[in-house]
Structure formats: C-alpha cells, structure tokens
C-alpha cells in the first residue's frame, strides 16, 4: 500500500514570502498527484493535478503553482504568499487506473 | 464539472442512535462515491465507497446505499459512539479520475 508524506507539519510564514511545501509517495508508481487545500472550517479544494512528471493541471487561478520534478513527487509554491493562502494543505495520491484516493498528513499554513 | 451537495451541514445524535448523511450529484455517468471521515487537525480518511454496479455496503457500523436514478448517495452510522464524531465528506469523480467533494457534514456523538 501507498504511504503519503508531507513536509513541514506545521508552518507560519510572513505575507509577500515565498513558499515550497512538499509531498512525496512512497509504495506505488507513476501515481495521479493531487494538491488541495482546506481553509478552516471548509471544505476540500482542488489546486491542482499532475498524472506524470512535467504534467500539472491547475483547477483554479490564484498566486500558486505545482510541479512534479519526479515521479512521486509534487511540490506546491508560491512567490508571494497572501493572508488568503492561510489554510491546511492536503496532497492526495491515486494509483493509474484506480478510482481511490489517499491524503497525507498535510501541511497547516498560517500566513500572518 | 461534478455538482455535489451534501446535507446536514451539521448533525448531533445521541450516542447509540444512527446517523444519516445524503449527497446528491449531477453527473449520470459517475460510477464511485466515496465517503470520507476526517477527525480535528487530521487528514481526510476513506472509510467507505460503492460503485455504481451496487445497490449498498456494508461495512460493521457504516452502510453506503445508492440510488442512481435519483443520482443520490448516502452514509449511515449506526449505534453511534464518540469516536464517530468528526466532519464526512462525501465525493464524486469528474473527468475520470478527480474528486467533487460535498461541504461536508460535522457529526457530533453526545455521550
């Protein structure tokens, strides 16, 4: 089965700075990636997808980008960071022809 | 894209008793519906899904049934416990392999 991590836990970042949060898979391959975000009390927006290296499909407009350098890994950035971008951070991962998807452990973002 | 509505918004039981969450979908040709269980400050965790060449699941405590005229799904928790408070998501694929999710339902088990 398909273990999901994601780095920092926890993280508390100034507005205007730039951000990089990580997600990794371990125990499957060439996985459908997928990054949301869940503002308190809400909840689950879709970001963006990736089904391959290089492949990233964003779903709504907005200060972030997505990329995926290796085949189990998806990084979510942004240049400048808005109070907006406040939130906890969810990757999800799917294996190639399967309906289910898995989260991680995410990532809380506090933008002050 | 998939429209999924998700009904209560909030719902306390005591403990013991069932609980029931409904979400409708809009898209005739979704064939998987999950259902989420997600605890305070913790990720999201699948606890139950149909697809659509079924009618219900079973699983202990929890039942999925889908009604795919109706183009409705629902969760049922029966003999509630505390453990089962948390928010349920419930989900439908759009373009094959993404997930809508429903607003999600705060369950809350008074002991």
């Known amino acids: 089965s398909q273990t999901i991590h994601q780095w920092p836990a926890t993280l508390v970042q100034p507005v205007g700075s730039p951000l990089s949060l990580e997600c990794t898979v371990e125990g499957t391959s060439n996985p459908n990636l997928y990054w949301y975000r869940q503002a308190a009390g809400r909840g689950l927006q879709l970001l963006f997808y990736s089904v391959g290296i290089g492949q990233i499909s964003s779903e709504v407009p907005q200060n972030l980008s997505a990329s995926r350098p290796q085949d189990r890994q998806f990084i979510l950035s942004s240049k400048k960071l808005l109070l907006s971008d406040s939130g906890f951070y969810l990757c999800?991962?799917?294996?190639?022809?399967?309906?289910?998807?898995?989260f991680g452990p995410g990532t809380r973002l506090t933008v002050l | 894209g998939e429209n999924v509505e998700q009904h209560p918004s909030t719902l306390s039981v005591q403990e013991g008793d069932s609980a029931v969450i409904k979400c409708t979908y809009s898209?005739?040709?979704?064939?998987?519906f999950p259902w989420y269980k997600q605890e305070l400050g913790k990720r999201p965790q699948l606890i139950i899904d149909?697809?659509?060449?079924?009618g219900e699941k079973k699983d202990q405590r929890i039942a999925v049934t889908l009604n795919k005229t109706a183009k409705h799904f629902s969760l049922h928790i029966t003999e509630t416990q505390p453990e089962d408070s948390a928010v349920y998501f419930c989900a439908a694929p759009f373009n094959d392999y993404k997930l809508s999710f429903g607003a999600g339902t705060t369950v809350t088990v008074r002991a």
């Open positions: 898209d005739s040709a979704s064939n998987y």
């Open positions: 999800a991962s799917q294996e190639p022809n399967h309906n289910e998807q898995f």
């Open positions: 149909i697809r659509s060449n079924v």
